[in-house]
């Protein structure tokens, strides 16, 4: 198979949660066991568009300072961007889900393992496949993003 070919099965539009991103898992397991691997997976808890909502959340917020501004509410115009503050740094920081557990789903990490010798070194290699979309879904990223 081309790389060509390899590139049109995973790089293509899978944000967590699609049937999009369980095609690309699939393909790699497949394509992993057909290269002789030993084929397994890990499942796992996902926010399955967590930086819509949240991105979502902070745009509303930004709405609201606004209006609290132009209402001469100022001291729920300083709260909001600590309020805010707060929010992406549980989000994105700490990993707490305070917004985009909204929508969690089961996801998958596919794991192939090659068995070697006892005394040869050890080689490990690794790969992202999920979510090539964010918020504002970049589709026009071209035909491999």
Not at 90 to 114: D, K, P, W
Request: proline share 3%.
């Amino acid at each position: 198979m081309e790389t060509e070919q390899i590139f049109d099965n995973i790089l293509i539009s899978r944000p967590n949660g699609s049937d999009s991103l369980d095609k690309v898992a699939h393909y790699i397991g497949e394509y992993l066991a057909n290269a002789g691997a030993l084929v397994s997976e890990h499942s796992f808890t996902a926010t399955s568009h967590g930086f819509q909502l949240v991105w979502c959340m902070a745009i509303i917020m930004m709405a609201a300072y606004s209006v609290c501004l132009v209402k001469q509410r100022y001291l729920a115009a300083v709260l909001i961007p600590v309020v805010l503050a707060v929010l992406l740094l549980l989000e994105f920081e700490y990993m707490v889900s305070t917004v985009s557990a909204l929508s969690n789903t089961q996801e998958r990490n596919i794991i192939g393992t090659y068995p070697g010798s006892a005394d040869g070194p050890t080689l490990i290699l690794a790969a992202h496949y999920d979510t090539t979309t964010h918020f504002g879904d970049h589709f026009s990223w071209g035909r491999w993003g």
